[in-house]
């Protein structure tokens, strides 16, 4: 069983920055990926960033030059700074593991509750 917890979530003017962090715990065996995930009201679950385990990022066009990925294969941790951030970037931001657990072959997906992420103008 892995776990994937989020946290950095908050409330914060038009311009501020916020950081995110996701940790993944319990039977993690390999972190393959990681990423972002953001749903905003009325809005369906969007892909915000993801990083590989070699750290290699991808970005949506949103949030190019704006947010940055990272991620510490070591502790199983992955974090999203934010900067500049716009009303738009208000949402519940998730957290997608893919892992690899004892026992099964293949990486599998782990997701979080979430974290708010409350923009104001």
């Known amino acids: 069983q892995v776990d994937v917890v989020e946290s950095g979530g908050g409330l914060v003017q038009t311009g501020g920055s916020l950081k995110l962090t996701c940790t993944a715990s319990?039977?993690?065996?390999?972190?393959?990926?990681m990423a972002w995930y953001r749903q905003a009201p009325g809005k369906g679950r969007e892909l915000v960033a993801f990083i590989s385990s070699r750290g290699i990022a991808n970005y949506a066009d949103s949030v190019k030059g704006r947010f940055t990925i990272s991620i510490d294969i070591a502790k199983h941790t992955m974090s999203l700074r934010m900067n500049s951030l716009k009303p738009e970037d208000s949402a519940v931001y998730y957290c997608e593991t893919n892992a690899v657990v004892p026992g099964i072959e293949d990486g599998m997906y782990y997701w979080g509750k979430g974290t708010l992420v409350t923009v104001s103008s």
């Open positions: 319990g039977s993690v065996f390999v972190i393959n990926s």
